[in-house]
């Protein structure tokens, strides 16, 4: 690109007159990012420290702050709703992850077919990730209804007894985890995406050696796929162990039936704001900060076993 | 022989597709079908699907039996304010961190891509002690204000939407005699308007879904936001499912244009974290 005259003469020059430029621009990349430094210490920095102090207090906001030591944890292993929203929480993340990972993967490589209507198909399979999930929950709830649900009646018409789903303890979970596929869409876009990126002389290669169908998928797809994979199952199990929403708005919080539907967020969010458990809350909070790192960390050290990244990232 | 092997699979696949995809769709027609249904229409067996007559009035009483424009109204003032505030914040921010050169911008960089880490369930708890003691707990603010401080994954997509940009540009600037605040308003904003409609189009979708917010800060039932107000009615009207699926159907329908209208953005950010990151 450069001849030797402009390596040795304009180039160094050029480079000496920007640096002019950048120490003065310096205080502009402060300015510039001010406002985030600020909400970083507002909204992250000071509530982090300061749920750490709350969880070895007692606090219901009105009276004052009374320090209890580690009585908020001791309190929270003899919790028997504790130690259910971690059972359940797990149940749930234990299952929902890999079945939205297959389910995922599969989607994707058929809309990745040569296929007319393709983003028509792709759009079928997005737009329920957009339905607010109080709406996703009345839609299901009226669908898995035990006696006049279209889930149930359809299951009849195949000379199938339908479960009492959202109704009965040991179907509720199953049901949740049901209704979660339905929100699949954005990992079936990225998915795609992911496969898209593939070089098509990979596929040309495999040709050459016979390698067809399945065999090509699994043997050379896969595999170039596994950082997209790996991605969205830490972000899976991330939301799995946070899981939230959906099981509140189904049960208005109490978790019922027979609390197979309190999660671990929801015990949480009840100590905090039902019954004003603030140092409680963060303790548990801390809890579930400590495990997601723990795991997203042994995920992460797994990754080099399995996860295939091109020679240059 | 060779023909035949060649076009199975795309066969399969299109079964396979159209099967699944019904299966994705039923819910939505499900719900649109149900929102039409006369009250004798829908515990019979076997199930109704295209009622008879169209009860329109469902749509009527969803709107009237609870405040749903007062609902709506709500979330778009919280919605839009959010919005702004995100617009607004995260390109500075990004723009700092891409482009321009100064002790500690690495550093920042870093610590926004950790508090992503951060589960909202540790924040929450002191947040909202830090409201209370403010007096702003059922007020639209605590939904508000944290989107115009910057928003971590929105910086993050900032950052590098402004780093690919070519560098020449804002040197003829200078050279011009731009100051740093016109090269950034007047040159470098234009040029990451795609980034910023998916800005705006995420953190407008966040706010209007957003449950566990307005559940913690919301609790005059004048201020509550749709998602609050659906639950409201659902907890209230839990059997009359043709009402609440007319609700649900006005709750859903506005996102599900806004998808139609821009959805390269939506694909644009979607993928952004997963694979282009």
């Known amino acids: 690109m450069f001849s030797a005259r402009t390596i040795a003469g304009i180039r160094p020059r050029m480079v000496w007159k920007r640096r002019g430029i950048e120490s003065r621009r310096a205080k502009y990349g402060y300015i510039f990012a001010l406002p985030w430094m600020t909400g970083l210490l507002l909204f992250y920095a000071y509530p982090l420290l300061s749920s750490i102090y709350y969880s070895f207090n007692k606090y219901n906001v009105i009276s004052p702050v009374e320090w209890v030591g580690l009585n908020n944890y001791k309190e929270l292993f003899n919790d028997p709703l504790f130690w259910t929203g971690i059972k359940n929480t797990l149940y749930y993340a234990l299952f929902a992850v890999p079945i939205s990972v297959v389910l995922g993967i599969s989607l994707a490589l058929l809309l990745n077919m040569p296929i007319r209507w393709r983003s028509f198909f792709r759009t079928v399979f997005f737009i329920p990730t957009l339905v607010p999930v109080v709406a996703t929950a009345i839609i299901w709830q009226w669908l898995l209804n035990p006696q006049f649900g279209l889930i149930n009646h359809l299951l009849e018409t195949i000379g199938i007894g339908g479960p009492p789903w959202l109704g009965d303890p040991k179907w509720s979970k199953p049901s949740l985890i049901l209704m979660a596929q339905w929100g699949i869409g954005n990992s079936v876009i990225i998915y795609l995406a992911g496969l898209q990126d593939i070089s098509k002389d990979y596929d040309d290669a495999a040709r050459v050696d016979g390698a067809s169908g399945l065999r090509k998928v699994w043997h050379i797809t896969l595999p170039l796929l596994t950082p997209v994979i790996f991605f969205n199952m830490i972000m899976g199990i991330i939301n799995a162990l946070q899981v939230f929403t959906l099981p509140y708005a189904l049960t208005y919080g109490t978790g019922n039936p027979a609390n197979s539907l309190l999660f671990y967020s929801m015990h949480l969010y009840n100590n905090a704001f039902l019954y004003m458990k603030m140092g409680y809350a963060s303790a548990m909070a801390w809890i579930l900060f400590i495990v997601i790192m723990t795991i997203t960390l042994l995920l992460f050290r797994s990754s080099s076993r399995w996860v295939y990244y091109h020679g240059d990232q | ?277």
């Open chain 2, 1 to 277: 022989m060779n023909v035949i092997r060649k076009k199975y699979p795309i066969i399969l696949t299109y079964i396979v597709l159209i099967v699944a995809g019904a299966v994705f769709l039923l819910p939505f027609i499900w719900m649109v079908s149900t929102s039409l249904k006369p009250d004798t229409q829908l515990f019979v067996s076997p199930p109704v699907w295209i009622p008879n007559p169209i009860a329109w009035e469902n749509y009527y009483r969803a709107v009237t039996v609870v405040p749903f424009f007062t609902y709506m109204k709500n979330t778009l003032i919280v919605a839009s304010l959010a919005t702004a505030g995100a617009v607004i914040s995260t390109p500075l921010t990004g723009y700092s961190l891409a482009r321009i050169k100064w002790k500690g911008r690495e550093l920042l960089f870093i610590i926004t891509l950790a508090v992503m880490m951060i589960p909202s369930q540790v924040t929450m708890v002191p947040l909202f002690i830090i409201f209370s003691k403010l007096d702003l707990v059922g007020t639209f603010l605590p939904l508000i204000l944290p989107s115009c401080f910057g928003v971590p994954f929105f910086i993050f997509l900032m950052r590098q939407f402004f780093k690919q940009l070519p560098r020449d540009l804002e040197d003829a600037a200078r050279i011009d005699g731009c100051s740093e605040f016109g090269i950034y308003f007047k040159i470098m904003l234009p040029l990451v308007q795609p980034a910023i409609l998916t800005v705006a189009l995420f953190q407008f979708m966040n706010s209007w879904n957003d449950f566990i917010g307005p559940l913690i800060y919301l609790n005059d039932e004048a201020k509550y936001t749709l998602q609050l107000g659906l639950q409201q009615f659902k907890q209230a009207y839990n059997t009359i499912w043709n009402q609440l699926m007319a609700a649900s159907v006005l709750v859903v329908l506005p996102i599900i244009l806004l998808y139609f209208f821009v959805q390269k953005s939506f694909i644009q950010g979607i993928t952004f974290g997963g694979v282009k990151g």
